[in-house]
């Protein structure tokens, strides 16, 4: 006798999702190539998300959830969070992708992703927090501070092709030390 699990089953189609939605975008992907790559019918994809933008929006939610669990912020060693989302971007190069098209093709007229939207404003706080007890210096509004870390940590993977051939030279290990030398520089008072 088979026993379902559809925690399981909507687990694996959103991780057939976002490799799908990386690779393509939000246009370009097919629910025919997702329901196969998590052993199911499209069907079952549309009775589980009830569409293609709403399993959309369920694969950001996941990447939330796993970039918070991966690097969650350390107001304390700021260089060191920007380093920890560094190693996310290098671990899962599928990310900067998703993200790319999720800037790209996500309707404006949905409402925006309440998990990012409260994780963002956690990290701005937790940014103020920090600013308060003299841990981080003040000569940065934090929601600024926060968007130059998050731009930071990402450098190296939203560059072009051509850069990164003409940068080659460096290795992992140097691309993280550049992102949280520069991270450090930024929070020097």
């Known amino acids: 006798m088979v026993t379902r699990d559809p925690d399981a089953k909507r687990r694996q189609l959103v ?93 404006p007229d949905r409402a925006p992703n309440a998990a990012a939207i409260a994780s963002t404003a956690d990290k701005i706080a937790a940014i103020e927090d920090a600013q308060r007890r003299g841990v981080l210096p003040e000569h940065l509004v934090p929601a600024e501070l926060l968007g130059m870390i998050l731009q930071i940590s990402a450098v190296w993977t939203a560059a072009t092709p051509e850069f990164g051939e003409a940068v080659a030279q460096y290795t ?5 030390r550049v ?9 020097r008072p």
């Open 15 to 107: 991780q057939a999702a976002l490799a799908e939605f990386a690779a393509h975008g939000i246009a370009g992907a097919r629910i025919d190539r997702i329901a196969k790559a998590a052993n199911c019918s499209a069907g079952l994809v549309y009775t589980y998300f009830g569409s293609k933008d709403d399993l959309f929006s369920a694969a950001f939610d996941s990447l939330i959830e796993t970039v918070l669990e991966e690097a969650p912020i350390t107001p304390d060693d700021l260089p060191e969070y920007a380093g920890k989302l560094f190693d996310g971007y290098e671990d899962h190069p599928e990310v900067a992708r998703f993200l790319t098209w999720h800037r790209l093709e996500s309707d």
């Open 172 to 176: 992992r290990a140097d691309r993280r």
């Open 179 to 187: 992102v949280t030398d520069a991270v450090a520089a930024l929070i």
